[in-house]
């Protein structure tokens, strides 16, 4: 037994002679080792960590946004975790992390014009998550015309998922340097227009009342609060029909649907106009024909007698 645990301490003794020097430290496999599992270890925590703010959140979380917080807290939290870690394995290793900066900057002046849209996303999603003008749930519509719910804020991207389940991978710099239209930021509703139109002579109140009839009849818009309560306004006068618009305040879950929202109420509008027989029109056009003199000639029976006789005459020679 003796001579076993001799044999292991002179093994692991020469596997700890075994690596390269930097400088004036000497970096042997045993250090190699420690860094991988403290490397392995350090990822490992910072996920945990994050995960758990994120469901510690998410569990307490309600209407004013409790969960975005938590996501962004716990998505900084594990970046700080990191470069801690980071700080500390490189210390054990025994490098001076103050020699390790100058190197850093030094190597960084070098490599930085081909990863500065790297560092620039990189520090714009630090800042969406430290002020929060954009969180996870938020439905955007990108000036690139991207639009979409916001899924996740990553290090270097953010996944916005379209109504078409089709998941978008959006630079950060995009939300930062580019104009965002954010259609959850703060309230939890929102007022839409929806045009439509009838014929020239229609009753207009009748066209108000079958709109905001149209209105009720979709759960989500809101019709019990009097200062957003839906109306039909008069818009315009087109070429075949009354321009009408309804206007309407919906919730939250409307809002980030818009497309099917719009043919609801499209729907709903085109039964209400049938059940008050009010007419949606068709293009027309007037057709106006000036007076005139039109000349029509007429041959005789004589004519087209010689007519078919010259025809056969070339036909037989």
Do not use: C
């Not at 970096?27 to 994050?50: S, T, Y």
């Not at 439509?196 to 002579?201: D, E, L, Q, S, W």
């Amino acid at each position: 037994m003796d001579e076993l645990t001799q044999s292991l301490e002179s093994a692991w003794t020469w596997v700890g002679s075994l690596g390269f020097s930097f400088g004036n430290v000497h970096v042997g496999l045993r250090r190699i080792v420690l860094l991988a599992l403290l490397v392995v270890v350090v990822v490992l925590l910072a996920r945990w960590i994050e995960r758990a703010v994120q469901k510690l959140g998410k569990r307490f979380a309600d209407g004013d946004g409790a969960y975005p917080a938590a996501y962004a807290f716990g998505r900084i939290l594990k970046y700080v975790v990191l470069i801690l870690g980071g700080m500390f394995a490189l210390d054990t290793m025994g490098l001076d992390v103050s020699k390790l900066a100058l190197i850093g900057g030094a190597i960084g002046v070098g490599v930085g014009f081909g990863l500065q849209n790297i560092v620039s996303n990189f520090v714009s999603g630090i800042i969406l998550l430290t002020e929060r003008s954009l969180k996870v749930g938020d439905f955007v519509d990108l000036q690139s015309g991207v639009r979409g719910k916001v899924v996740e804020i990553a290090m270097r991207f953010t996944r916005v998922s379209t109504n078409d389940l089709v998941d978008i991978l959006v630079p950060n710099s995009e939300f930062v340097n580019g104009r965002v239209t954010n259609w959850t930021f703060d309230e939890f509703s929102r007022r839409i227009h929806v045009p439509f139109g009838v014929a020239y002579g229609t009753d207009k109140e009748r066209v108000k009342a079958a709109g905001i009839a149209a209105a009720k009849r979709i759960t989500g818009i809101i019709v019990d609060d009097p200062r957003r309560a839906p109306d039909v306004w008069l818009v315009g006068f087109g070429d075949s029909a009354l321009n009408f618009e309804l206007v309407a305040w919906v919730t939250r879950a409307l809002v980030t649907s818009p497309g099917r929202t719009e043919a609801r109420i499209l729907w709903a509008i085109d039964d209400e106009m049938r059940a008050a027989n009010i007419e949606i029109p068709f293009p027309q056009r007037d057709l106006h024909v000036r007076s005139g003199a039109l000349r029509v000639h007429v041959d005789s029976p004589d004519d087209s007698d010689r007519k078919r006789d010259r025809v056969t005459d070339s036909a037989s020679s």
